[in-house]
């Protein structure tokens, strides 16, 4: 049951994987489909322009764009234009004066003495209600009622003296008194903090009127509430019932006094930044063309003034037209390698899937680079020791080419390598170093993976890319003078570490991509090339023919495509998938007949032909069922080209009446198109040597030779190889690879004699010896002769 189980559920989870799959695989085949989608091209071409603007723009580089006093310039800088800049510290230091001198602000309220003397009365009036049994409660309450009318803490004991002093009159009139007395001078919080406010500078406002007050003389009239304090205590608080009393009201007047010049901070903090507001920025004007530093120069502190307000000042104001720029730039740069490579460039045929292809490698490419250059930048504070700039050694600027390479072809690498090296440049404040870098292991990086088939590949191209880089790396260190310093220990270690930093990227990537996008790389094609595949494995039980067939001509390819530096894995794979169209009606090819009737015998020759042209579309149908890739089912679709099929043309003629209608030559020529590559071309070629072998009754190197130099003479006059890149010398090279394998597979043995006893054995029963049976018979020989005669003709060949 367990089992069971589990086999339900992964019998649930395999078509939710497979349709994820084919959903991003049939999206890929749409875009693919697309090569004439022109508004499709510009779209991305805008998209993927504006991607990367908003990623190079943004943020500074490893060229450091700040300086310090004492810094050495890197080279000479010239402002490109006037600028009218702002000297900060100036600005700032006149800003904080002009703050300093402000006055504080002062409250002066001369209504004080009247204020506290009616809280006084307010007091005594509670209290003589309280007495009168006018309150609810004589307790806490009473006393919180009298405090708050005081504005202090009260005791039983003061409320009980002011009590005994009934309605106070008196006593009020001894409190306003002595209050008149007091605040005549101006009470203040602290008398020191006050004096040194004085020496700052003050402002006297009286809330009266809200008038500046004078106070040329406050200086001899000040007293603090301490001093206050004590000109109360000493004074004599008539109409208070005895000594006691007075001493507690007195006490309770000192507890109850408050300053009468209060500081305002609110008021003297808005003055401030008034103040402040009111400085103007001082402005320093730089002239369009002037020489702010020269190279190798140490930056003054007026110089690194300079360089720095121009250089937020551009980051400020030119954010957008730098966008803009570059955002043109890129559109400038993309565009016309694009087009030169589209009319000059035979491997240049980029459908619209490839674009989008290039579009997200290169917009992933760029952005991690940004993001290990914010690393990188964290980096520099970690190990201040380690200059920024050594970390661009680090990056995999030829990831992006390697993959291009591996996935499309090796012209498309290298314009990808020239339009991507001067945008890396920009993005890393335009440094030439970084282009020189970036092109020169790009395109390193992608010619060592070339013909990739296996993994390992990848990571000796990487080896390869750091090599380059140490390459770059010491002259660069020698150019800034840093060979005998530490530098060159971490920028050695940087650049072999960023080369195989690449082959790790690429290695991860490509199966996604293969997954995704549907492609058939060299790695995908050692897959493709076992026999035990399910496809051909079909193909050799239903059309064991065809199977020894294509078999046989995936040997003659990969040793031309080997002698004419094609791609051997590509034609071998294509040869065994060539003819699988034939899984359908296998009966139909003469390789597949075996003492049967032949079904054409039965066929009108329109209809043959038909049979015949029609292996070509289903075996691309087919090819495109099992996601063989792009290339297999090119070969597939161009590996007969436009060839005639003369035996049913001429036998067509043969049975043609003067009352039919006139015969069309193209009802029996395949659809096409021509081979367009050179492996496509091979296949073609070696399927119909291969298919002529077999009618040799006597396949001596000579008779193998000639046959073989007759068809490629044949399918050359035809026209087939016009549109592919095979010169006349690669055709040589082509008939001795295949006069070679060929040899090879009809050569001569030796037939060993027989004891005579068994000779005499066999005989007696009827059979014969192997010599016998190398020999063929008159009849078999001219059935051999005309079979091998119709076969040529049947491949488009006459003798």
């Given amino acids: 049951m367990p089992n069971d189980q589990a086999g339900k559920e992964n019998s649930e989870k395999k078509p939710i994987t497979l349709s994820v799959k084919h959903y991003f695989s049939s999206v890929a085949d749409r875009l693919g489909d697309r090569q004439n989608g022109k508004s499709f091209r510009i779209i991305l071409l805008i998209l993927t322009s504006l991607l990367l603007t908003l990623i190079i723009v943004p943020g500074q580089q490893f060229i450091g764009s700040r300086f310090n006093p004492g810094d050495i310039a890197p080279t000479n800088i010239k402002a490109t234009q006037g600028y009218l800049l702002e000297d900060r510290a100036l600005t700032e230091k006149k800003r904080a004066a002009a703050i300093s001198s402000v006055p504080y602000v002062y409250n002066y309220y001369p209504n004080q003495a009247k204020e506290l003397t009616g809280r006084f009365e307010r007091a005594f009036a509670l209290i003589s209600e309280g007495a009168q049994g006018k309150q609810a409660d004589n307790g806490e309450s009473l006393q919180r009622s009298v405090g708050e009318a005081l504005g202090c803490s009260v005791t039983n004991a003061e409320i009980n003296a002011m009590e005994r002093m009934g309605s106070g009159d008196s006593a009020l009139s001894g409190v306003d008194r002595i209050l008149t007395i007091v605040y005549g001078r101006r009470v203040v919080a602290d008398r020191k903090l006050f004096s040194a406010d004085r020496n700052h500078g003050i402002v006297v406002i009286d809330t009266n009127n809200g008038k500046i007050a004078d106070t040329a003389d406050a200086g001899k009239s000040i007293i603090d509430v301490e001093e206050a304090g004590k000109i109360i205590l000493k004074s004599d608080l008539r109409g208070a019932h005895g000594n006691r009393d007075s001493s507690i009201l007195k006490g309770l007047l000192v507890k109850a006094l408050r300053p009468n010049l209060v500081f305002d901070r609110d008021a003297t903090d808005k003055k401030k930044r008034e103040a402040g507001e009111a400085v103007r920025p001082v402005l320093f004007q730089v002239k369009r063309g002037e020489m702010i530093v020269r190279e190798g120069e140490r930056i003054s502190e007026e110089q690194a003034l300079k360089l ?42 980029l459908n619209g899937k490839d674009l989008l292809l290039l579009s997200l490698i290169t917009v992933a490419i760029f952005l991690a680079l940004r993001i290990s250059h914010n690393v990188s930048a964290a980096l520099g504070l970690i190990f201040p020791n380690i200059d920024t700039n050594d970390y661009f050694y680090l990056l995999p600027f030829a990831a992006g080419p390697m993959l291009v390479r591996i996935i499309l072809n090796s012209e498309v690498a290298l314009v990808y390598c020239a339009a991507c090296a001067p945008l890396l440049g920009i993005m890393f404040n335009d440094s030439l170093t970084v282009v020189i870098y970036a092109l020169l292991g790009g395109v390193i990086g992608a010619h060592g993976v070339r013909q990739c088939k296996d993994r390992g590949t990848i990571y000796t191209a990487g080896l390869k890319v750091s090599v380059v880089n140490l390459a770059l790396a010491v002259p660069f260190q020698i150019l800034n003078d840093t060979m005998l310093t530490m530098q060159i220990v971490y920028v050695v270690i940087f650049a072999f570490i960023g080369g195989l930093a690449n082959a790790l990227i690429v290695s991860g990537t490509i199966p996604i991509l293969e997954t995704v996008f549907q492609y058939t790389t060299d790695i995908k094609l050692l897959e493709l090339s076992n026999l035990n595949s399910p496809i051909l494995r079909e193909l050799m039980i239903r059309a064991p023919g065809t199977y020894h067939h294509s078999v046989m001509v995936g040997n003659l390819v990969e040793a031309a495509a080997e002698a004419i530096n094609a791609n051997p894995l590509l034609a071998r794979v294509a040869a065994y998938y060539h003819d699988i169209g034939k899984i359908s009606k296998p009966l139909y090819f003469i390789e597949n007949i075996r003492g049967v009737e032949n079904k054409h015998d039965k066929l009108t020759p329109n209809m043959s032909s038909l049979i015949l042209i029609s292996h070509v579309k289903e075996g691309v149908e087919l090819a495109r069922d099992k996601r063989l890739g792009r290339p297999i089912v090119d070969i597939i679709k161009q590996h007969h080209g436009t060839a005639l099929i003369k035996y049913f043309y001429q036998k067509a003629k043969t049975h043609d009446t003067p009352d039919s209608p006139p015969l069309d030559e193209t009802d029996f020529r395949y659809p096409g198109p021509k081979p367009q590559t050179r ?19 006597d396949p001596t190197p000579a008779r193998i030779q000639g046959m073989v130099q007759k068809i490629i003479n044949n399918i050359f006059i035809d026209g087939q190889l016009e549109e592919c890149e095979m010169s006349l010398k690669s055709l040589h090279e082509i008939a001795k690879s295949f006069n070679c394998v060929l040899s090879g597979i009809y050569h001569q043995r030796i037939d060993y004699p027989e004891p005579v006893y068994k000779v005499s054995e066999r005989k007696k029963n009827g059979e014969s010896t192997d010599r016998e049976q190398a020999k063929a018979s008159p009849d078999s020989s001219g059935r051999t002769e005309k079979s091998g005669g119709d076969d040529l003709k049947r491949l488009g060949i006459s003798k």
């Fill in 308 to 349: 720095n307000n121009i250089f937020e000042t551009r980051q400020g104001m030119n954010k957008v037209f730098s966008g803009i720029g570059i955002f043109g730039l890129i559109l400038v740069i993309f565009y016309f390698p694009f087009r030169f490579g589209q009319k000059n460039i035979r491997k240049f045929n």
């Fill in 679 to 697: 492996e496509a071309a091979l296949v073609l070629l070696a399927d119909c040597v291969e298919a002529a072998s077999k009618t040799l009754t």
